[in-house]
């Protein structure tokens, strides 16, 4: 939508710098008030454009932080696992002991 508007932006300043002098006057406002316009909408569009990706980071952040404490906590149970299993040299380490599970 930005480079719509930016298109049309330059399309008005060619039509502006055409017009003679006498018609210059005249419509001249008309030509300041289109370009305000359409810089208007350049503003707003990358206003969105910026917004949006600002909140889909936000959201894509939450995810990946999720994600990594997830990973970290089953981090922490294996090495919890391992450190039992070490110190029991003779349990079997597939057998489930007590509060665990196997998935």
Known sequence: MSNGAQ????LIIAKWTELV?????SAGSKYLRQLVWAEGAVS???WLQNYLTMR???????I???AHQDALHRLRRAA???Q???QQPDRDP???GEGERRC
Do not use: D, P, W
């Open 7 to 10: 298109f049309r932006q330059q």
């Open 44 to 46: 707003a569009s990358l």
């Open 21 to 25: 002098e006498g018609a210059l006057a």
């Open 80 to 82: 919890l696992i391992l």
């Open 94 to 96: 597939f057998q489930k």
């Open 84 to 86: 039992r299993n070490a």
């Open 56 to 62: 889909l980071g936000v959201r894509r952040q939450g």
């Open 64 to 66: 990946q932080y999720a």
